[in-house]
């Protein structure tokens, strides 16, 4: 019995030509019977409707109460540049983060966070970033031997086989001198990604909202228990022999002070912050390269433009920092993927503090305010066709007038991620590495469901066969 799209399961590789319906895109308003029932299943946020794709703001109603969603640029740099201290996260999303990483960059706001991000900055200035290249090259080095023994059309889980990858370029880059203490740990503790659950209309509920919270922020610390032993282990050494640390991020915070002379950061902040940096660095850069993958096997000419790319500029040798000005498709490659599948989806809940307008819409105080990058990434009065993968749309030509938070795969204003750039970098130095030597297809039987929680993943995996190219 023949298998089509409608059945939920992944197609073969298309031919030239061919343009592949990309789950989560296909608007159901569109489409009938089984193609319809597949397209609402696939939706990322299935309480959003498609009108929300079409207005650069929506009022959004439900049980609850009401969201005001922000899809027009110009409202996004109101909300998040020009008056962000009328719009502070919800205390929801603050718990959510403080779960996950404690008092890291992503779970603090005011002041603290203020002063740890003054701290961290240097790690990431540009010259800190260009030293990170050579660990990213050994680390995709030694990752070739891994794939070079599977047999020929060998299958992999594309999802794992990332995050490993970036778990040890983070490790290699971030907490050089400790790295091997910690990677099992994190790999254990990240096995089934950021995220602490689903949620529900009952976490809007005073009482049984609160209750469902305390469980989940319960569950995070049960789940990072040995992994915080590890690095407070780490911690103690380093302050215990300061002259012995290496020049790694961790070296950096433990070693860092305030102008009194002080310690900058006590043993927990460190801890927060090599959490959150860790976990979150690894982790969104892994998913982003898990749909790029499945991008390109959905897509044969743009993966034969990358692979003449790859071929001309790197000649079957390991790509170094030094290559990334000559890798643009590759590049386009990747800030494309982050448009169609952005690994942080639904980045930002805010709610106003006192009475606003947001393009020309008025806001009263204590009204919530969504903006989401899904939103963004596909809106109609945005993009052109912007269920299409093309590369293409961030040459410099065709960006040009194209509103810059029309794009915000890392966030925006004060609090944009820090390690973009490196993020980037190493993005962009896995893809030339492993495209020149492996093509990457999609295994058949699958059903490829983007599920949203705190990054991006496929709901059920993503098998896919690797085959040698050189």
């Given at each position: 019995?023949?298998?089509t ?8 590789a ?19 019977g ?23 703001i ?159 922020v ?9 992994l ?41 902040e ?73 690994t ?7 709610v106003?503090v ?49 509103p ?5 795969p ?22 030339a ?18 599920l ?19």
């Open positions: 019995m023949s298998m799209l409608a059945d939920g399961l992944a197609p073969a298309p031919t030239a030509g061919k343009r592949p319906v990309l789950p989560g895109l296909a608007d159901p308003r569109t489409l009938k089984a193609a319809a029932r597949k397209a609402r299943k696939e939706r990322v946020f299935g309480n959003i409707p498609q009108i929300a794709f079409e207005q650069p929506y009022l959004l109603r439900a049980l609850g109460g009401s969201a005001l969603i922000v899809s027009d640029p110009a409202g996004v740099k109101r909300v998040l540049i020009d008056n962000v201290a009328n719009y502070p996260k919800t205390e929801m999303e603050q718990r959510i983060f403080r779960a996950l990483f404690g008092n890291g960059l992503l779970g603090t706001d005011g002041e603290l966070w203020r002063r740890h991000r003054r701290i961290m900055a240097p790690a990431f200035d540009p010259r800190s970033v260009a030293g990170y290249g050579p660990a990213i090259s050994r680390a995709c080095d030694g990752f070739y031997g891994h794939w070079d023994q599977l047999p020929p059309g060998g299958e992999v889980d594309i999802g794992a086989e990332m995050s490993r990858l970036t778990l040890r370029i983070i490790a290699g880059t971030m907490f050089s001198a400790d790295s091997d203490d910690v990677i099992g740990l994190v790999a254990e503790s990240m096995k089934d990604g950021i995220g602490i659950g689903p949620f529900s209309i009952l976490d809007v509920l005073p009482v049984i909202g609160r209750m469902r919270m305390d469980r989940r319960q569950q995070m610390a049960e789940r990072f228990r040995p915080d032993a590890a690095i407070n282990r780490m911690i103690d050494a380093r302050q215990k022999d300061p002259q012995g640390s290496a020049a790694d991020l961790l070296g950096r915070l433990v070693g860092a002070h305030d102008e009194g002379g002080d310690a900058a950061l006590t043993s927990r460190i801890r927060d912050q090599v959490i959150t940096i860790f976990i979150a660095g690894h982790e969104t850069t892994a998913q982003a390269m898990t749909w790029t993958w499945y991008l390109l096997s959905q897509h044969p000419a743009e993966e034969a433009r990358l692979h003449e790319e790859l071929d001309r500029v790197l000649g079957g040798r390991t790509p170094t920092q030094e290559d990334l000005p000559n890798l643009a498709f590759t590049r386009r490659v990747v800030e494309e993927s982050m448009r169609i599948y952005p942080a989806p639904g980045i930002s809940a805010r106003a006192a009475d606003d307008e947001i393009c020309g819409v008025k806001v009263r105080k204590g009204q919530a305010i969504a903006i989401a990058p899904w939103l963004l990434h596909h809106h109609k009065t945005l993009w052109d066709d912007p269920a299409r993968f093309d590369p293409d749309r961030f040459l410099p030509e065709r960006s040009a007038g194209r810059r938070l029309a794009y915000m890392f966030g925006a204003g004060p609090r944009v991620c820090i390690g973009q750039v490196l993020a980037m970098n190493e993005a962009t130095l896995i893809l590495g492993l495209a020149q030597r492996y093509r990457l297809s999609l295994s058949p039987g699958q059903d490829i469901v983007p949203a929680n705190v990054t991006l993943r496929p709901k059920y995996g993503m098998r896919m066969m690797v085959e040698r190219r050189v």
